[in-house]
């Protein structure tokens, strides 16, 4: 396996991106979150994804915890792909993701909506000390933390 490029830097999303931000492992957990649970249905759903990379970058999101997988047939192994509660944390970010593309990609493919009324939904930061819903402008970002 290629030893990856890792950011150092005290940066929780410089550390993320150690994890998640080769080209293709997005996409990859994407559609294990979409119930494509097997090598061949996410090769074939990832057009233009190589082989190896496919087979490379499961292994890593499972070193990683991303990810489990489950022998379901012995000969050849097969496996599924199953998403840890770490994996499924990623909604948001790909829900983030979704609706930073609804307002600023030249062609929008995907729109999310509230499912009960079918309109389009924000994203709202909320304050579980406070009770309340915040403005992004009420957000402040804290310094690293030196002792680690």
């Not at 997988?69 to 979704?98: E, M």
């Not at 994203?123 to 804290?142: G, H, L, R, V």
Request: hydrophobic share 30%.
């Amino acid at each position: 396996m290629a030893m990856k490029n890792l950011y150092d830097l005290p940066c929780n999303i410089a550390q993320t991106l150690n994890i998640i931000g080769d080209k293709w492992t997005l996409l990859i957990l994407r559609q294990i979150m979409m119930g494509q649970d097997t090598y061949s249905k996410m090769q074939q759903k990832l057009e233009g994804i190589p082989s190896n990379l496919l087979s490379n970058r499961l292994k890593c999101l499972e070193d990683d915890g991303l990810i489990t997988s489950n022998l379901y047939q012995a000969h050849p192994p097969r496996y599924r792909y199953v998403l840890t509660d770490s994996g499924k944390d990623l909604s948001d970010v790909f829900n983030s993701i979704i609706l930073w593309g609804e307002r600023n990609l030249k062609k929008c493919h995907r729109k999310l909506i509230h499912s009960e009324c079918g309109q389009k939904i924000k994203m709202t930061y909320y304050c579980p000390e406070c009770d309340k819903n915040i403005s992004q402008d009420d957000i402040i970002m804290t310094e690293p933390d030196k002792t680690s």
